[in-house]
């Protein structure tokens, strides 16, 4: 390979800004609340790729004319799919071993993401990204599908350009900016801001793709085409900026370089300390982050690219030393199979993505990680990279007598023994049954019990509301019709209610709870229930789970509620996030502005009992949600 080709093998600095944006990924992963932006550090990555890439196509193109696709992708093949086999397959084995109630859900993923389309397969099944109640040991993987994609189209891009625009190499640079500026501007005008709900009460925020209705946010954040600006932005960066044409430039050592590096790198950091996460629970509901879609992935590209430029350019000292310390580099070579092994180890201790970790549990599960990424890199990666699977089918295919053929044999009755845990693990995935995991299980076995008062009182489960009936001290269920009549009791939750409401309504507590409910639509409950004078002794509110609420929000809801002689509020348990202690403090303040309120503290009562809560730590298990009622009762003088 000549001098050029060796210069892009390796560029230090580049493996720098690899580990700083595995890093920010890492610890939002881990924790979304120490680095709320900490996600862009996937649109760092996309700007490298692209970059290196391009760099890589143009270089084989200046030496031979050409660009040989084969062995293109033959290289990204023995670079990327070992390690993503090796975590797949140690997902599927896991899962088969010690958690096969999940097998059945995660079929879909595995296919999806061996074949390389997990984006678009949590765009199409409507899986997003952003569930925080949701166990995806694999949902990581959309960004590998993106490059992925971006690997099989880019070198046709560039064989086209190595035959027919070699002399025009600033026209596509040009071109391939403003298509990237296109993209950015498709997304602003695609995403709609406000609420995001079901698809029959916010329309707007789906978009139909090929006949099915999608998340619009989904579409932009996942989609390919919506995030490439960063792909084609380090792409056309690779053209006006080539290494070895620095290297012979006039530019020399200047403390220009230095400075544009240190900005990118500044203003990356302030994006993802500053930035909100992609989508936020509000007073009024789940809102997207509008700066994000709305030109926050562009700022994140521009500053990638001025990162780069700075790191690759010899006139730099000060970021490019920086950035290749032993450590970074360390790091940023083994980033890829990082950032592959993090999140599914993650998983499977917290199980759930909005749990968010301890800095003890953090530490502790990265040093796992990381011990995963080493023993791949080593044995695995590092090794097929360099042909060992030929070397190996080679030496195989030759004839072997005496002591050689006894280690053939050992190996391979090795190989066959090491081969059964995953055969079990691919025969489990294949033949299990997709079933509910028990919190999903636990709220559509309640939602029969509930009742939608915004819809005429129909139960969720299309019948008329269970009612209770107080016969003698004991509480019968029976089925009778609103019909107009007081609600003696109501209660108005989510989905941490919901998973009480059958017990709730053997009490004789009328449930209208729904999950993913804004605290604002308490507001519009208590002001139709007011409305046909249906409002009777007692109102309990128990929302927040999902979103916040403000001073105002909750004045408005106590003005219909104003002559119910008792309205009890709920304080939420939602540890992972900042709502938390903003909605209980709001909460908590409310009987000194009302006569008729009293709080319920379960805030306090699930921190000093984590034994009632399922292990995302916010919703309620069986034996927990006798207490929550009883306690409810207590609180209402109904015990």
């Known amino acids: 390979m000549n001098k050029r080709s060796e210069l892009l093998s390796y560029i230090p600095s580049l493996d720098g800004i690899r580990a700083l944006s595995v890093l920010a990924v890492i610890v939002y992963h881990a924790n979304k609340l120490w680095l709320p932006g900490g996600f862009l550090g996937v649109e760092v990555f996309f700007v490298i790729s692209g970059y290196l890439i391009t760099l890589l196509l143009l270089a084989e193109s200046e030496k031979s004319g050409t660009v040989s696709l084969k062995q293109f992708w033959l290289r990204r093949a023995r670079r990327l799919l070992p390690a993503l086999w090796v975590v797949v397959l140690g ?42 109640f949701e166990f995806v040991p694999l949902r990581h993987l959309w960004s590998l599908a993106v490059e992925e994609q971006f690997y099989l189209i880019w070198p046709v891009v560039m064989l086209v350009v190595a035959k027919f625009g070699k002399r025009r190499l600033p026209i596509v640079s040009a071109v391939f900016v403003l298509i990237a500026v296109a993209l950015a501007v498709y997304t602003g005008v695609v995403y709609q801001p406000g609420v995001i709900s079901t698809i029959a009460d916010t329309p707007e925020q789906f978009m139909s793709l090929f006949g099915q209705s999608v998340s619009r946010v989904d579409y932009l954040f996942l989609g390919t085409i919506t995030r490439s600006s960063g792909l084609l932005l380090g792409a056309a960066l690779a053209i006006w900026w ?16 230095d400075f544009v590096g240190f900005g990118g790198l500044a203003a990356l950091a302030f994006m993802m300390w500053r930035f909100n996460t992609v989508i936020e629970g509000t007073d009024g509901g789940t809102v997207g982050y509008d700066l ?35 450590i970074l580099v360390w790091l940023g070579r083994r980033s890829y199979g990082f950032y592959l092994f993090h999140w599914p180890v993650f998983q499977f201790y917290r199980r759930f ?137 109501l209660a108005i939750g989510d989905s941490v209610m919901l998973g009480a409401a059958n017990i709730l309504t053997q009490r004789g507590v009328t449930v209208d709870a729904l999950k993913s409910r804004p605290y604002r639509q308490a507001l519009e409950i208590a002001n139709y229930m007011k409305s046909v004078n249906r409002l009777g002794s007692v109102v309990v509110i128990h929302l927040g789970t999902n979103n916040t609420v403000d001073e105002k929000t909750l004045d408005e809801i106590m003005v219909p509620l104003r002559d119910v002689p008792l309205v009890l509020f709920v304080t939420v348990h939602v540890p992972s996030e900042v709502r938390q202690n903003t ?46 009622a009883d306690l409810m009762m207590q609180a209402i003088g109904r015990p």
């Open 583 to 628: 909605n209980n403090r709001r909460i908590n303040e409310l009987p000194a502005r009302y006569e008729n309120v009293k709080v319920l503290d379960w805030y306090a009562i699930a921190t000093a009992h984590p034994e009632y809560l399922y292990s995302d730590k916010i919703h309620i298990r069986p034996e927990g949600q006798k207490v929550y």
């Open 353 to 489: 993505a909005g749990q968010g970790l301890t800095p003890y549990e953090f530490v502790v599960l990265v040093l796992l990680a990381l011990a995963l990424t080493e023993l791949s890199y080593r044995y695995i990666e590092t090794p097929v990279r360099q042909g060992a699977i030929s070397r190996w089918w080679i030496e195989f295919r030759q004839p072997a007598y005496g002591a050689q053929l006894v280690r053939r044999q050992r190996r391979i009755v090795l190989t066959a023994l090491v081969s059964l845990l995953p055969v079990f693990g691919v025969v489990s995935l294949a033949t299990a049954r997709v079933q509910l995991d028990e919190i999903a299980q636990n709220l559509s076995d309640n939602e029969g019990n509930t009742v939608d008062l915004l819809s005429g009182g129909q139960t969720v489960g299309g019948g008329e509301l269970a009612a209770a009936t107080t016969i003698v001290g004991q509480v019968v269920t029976g089925t009778t019709t609103l019909d107009g009549q007081v609600i003696d009791v």
């Open 91 to 132: 997902v599927v084995v896991f899962a088969a071993l010690f958690q096969r109630e999940i097998l059945g859900t995660l079929r879909g993923d595995v296919i999806a993401a061996l074949f390389y389309g997990f984006n678009w397969f949590q765009v199409w099944v409507g899986t997003s990204y952003f569930t925080s």
């Open 242 to 257: 080539r290494p070895w044409l620095l290297q012979n430039s006039r530019a020399g050592e200047s403390k220009l370089y």
């Open 292 to 326: 994000l879609f709305r030109g926050g992935f562009f700022l994140t590209d521009i500053a990638s690219v001025a990162l780069i430029a700075a790191a690759v350019h010899p006139g730099s000292k000060l970021i490019a030393r920086g950035l290749s310390n032993p």
